[in-house]
Nanobody, 123 residues
Framework: QVQLVESGGGSAQAGGSLRLSCAAS????????IGWFRRPPGKEREGVAYINSWGTTNYEDSVQGRFVLSKDTAKNIFYLQMNDLKLEDTATYYC?????????????????WGRGTRVTVSS
């Protein structure tokens, strides 16, 4: 059973940075995808960024050039470095996992979900 635990959320000012972490346990797939999604207040959940087991990354347009994914394979921890934060980045961020390929924006393809960590960006 895959378990995902997000951490690192909090408050930041616009233009600032935060780093989120996703600690994954039970991730025994030979290939997998870790997706970061977020739910802004009052809005639907949306995709943010994706990293597969080979380290290939993909970003949604809204965060391209500002957010950076990385992973510590030995520890099975996945990071989302968020730079140049904007007010519209305020959301609860979720880490999702699936075996196999990444599906950009397709949260229904992901079998495992973390509980989320809240990010608040203020002016």
């Amino acid at each position: 059973q895959v378990q995902l635990v997000e951490s690192g959320g909090g408050s930041a000012q616009a233009g600032g940075s935060l780093r989120l972490s996703c600690a994954a346990s039970g991730l025994t797939y030979s290939s997998y995808c870790i997706g970061w999604f977020r739910r802004p207040p009052g809005k639907e959940r949306e995709g943010v960024a994706y990293i597969n087991s080979w380290g290939t990354t993909n970003y949604e347009d809204s965060v391209q050039g500002r957010f950076v994914l990385s992973k510590d394979t030995a520890k099975n921890i996945f990071y989302l470095q968020m730079n140049d934060l904007k007010l519209e980045d305020t959301a609860t961020y979720y880490c999702l996992a699936r075996g196999g390929l990444c599906y950009k924006g397709g949260q229904s393809y992901y079998s495992y979900w973390g509980r989320g960590t809240r990010v608040t960006v203020s002016s």
